[in-house]
């Protein structure tokens, strides 16, 4: 199984419109110019991993419903597995499978958040 075709799509994207900007203004890139680059790049993060987290809220309902258990293993190094496998660079594996395990940590922390308190993942800071 390979990234959502949603996530795909958004990396090849980001790649196109860094190349662009290369080109575009016909000039080297300066201090500000890739900080506002990496700010552009930060909240499309955010948004797809709070896109993604909700998928696993979704999922953690089904699993509750269904009386599976919430973690599993085998699933989880099915998504740290494709997760390598689609990585072009110039990130390590090591460092792809780094920030998954991350992420899949913090959507099951959402996953038991919301089992608990039975209406969703709380929204905000900490």
Not at 70 to 91: I, K, S, T
């Amino acid at each position: 199984m390979q990234l959502p075709r949603r996530l795909r799509n958004a990396f090849a994207y980001s790649r196109k419109l860094l190349a662009t900007d290369f080109r575009a203004r016909g000039r080297a890139m300066n201090l500000s110019d890739w900080r506002r680059r990496i700010d552009e790049i930060d909240k499309k993060l955010v948004q797809l991993l709070n896109e993604r987290s909700q998928c696993a809220l979704e999922i953690g309902k089904l699993k509750q419903e269904a009386k599976i258990p919430l973690y599993q293993p085998d699933r989880e190094n099915e998504v740290l597995e494709n997760a390598e496998r689609n990585n072009p660079g110039p990130l390590t594996d090591a460092a792809i499978r780094r920030l998954f395990e991350r992420i899949i940590d913090e959507a099951r922390a959402a996953e038991r958040d919301a089992m608990h308190s039975g209406d969703g993942a709380k929204k905000g800071k900490k």
